[in-house]
């Protein structure tokens, strides 16, 4: 329990917090777009649902949404597109 104490009494300031954030965010961005390349159906229903409401750019958001939610596409929770 000390340990832990001595751990979260370390001051930090917000630009190291911020760079952490960051370098925590390659390798899930990495493994994210990887998943939305080979999991192309998914990026089609994501594209089909924002087509009626974006028509210019629905592709690309559906790509970056699918590699976002590769987690949660991973352990099935699909979206319904209807």
Same mark, same amino acid.
């Given at each position: 329990?000390?340990?832990? #104490? #001595? %751990?979260?009494?370390?001051?930090? $300031?917000?630009?190291?917090?911020?760079?952490?954030?960051?370098?925590?965010?390659?390798?899930?961005?990495? @493994?994210?777009?990887?998943?939305?390349?080979?999991?192309?159906? &998914?990026? &089609?229903?994501?594209?089909? =649902?924002?087509? @009626? #409401?974006?028509? =210019?750019? $629905?592709?690309?958001? =559906?790509? %970056?949404?699918?590699?976002?939610?590769?987690? &949660?596409?991973?352990?099935? =929770?699909?979206?319904?597109?209807?």
């Amino acid at each position: 329990m000390s340990l832990l #104490r #001595r %751990v979260l009494s370390r001051k930090v $300031s917000v630009a190291a917090m911020i760079e952490f954030a960051l370098w925590l965010a390659i390798p899930y961005l990495l @493994i994210g777009f990887v998943w939305a390349f080979f999991d192309a159906e &998914q990026v &089609q229903l994501f594209d089909t =649902a924002f087509r @009626i #409401r974006l028509p =210019a750019g $629905s592709e690309i958001l =559906a790509y %970056v949404q699918t590699a976002a939610m590769w987690p &949660q596409l991973m352990l099935g =929770a699909d979206i319904c597109a209807a």
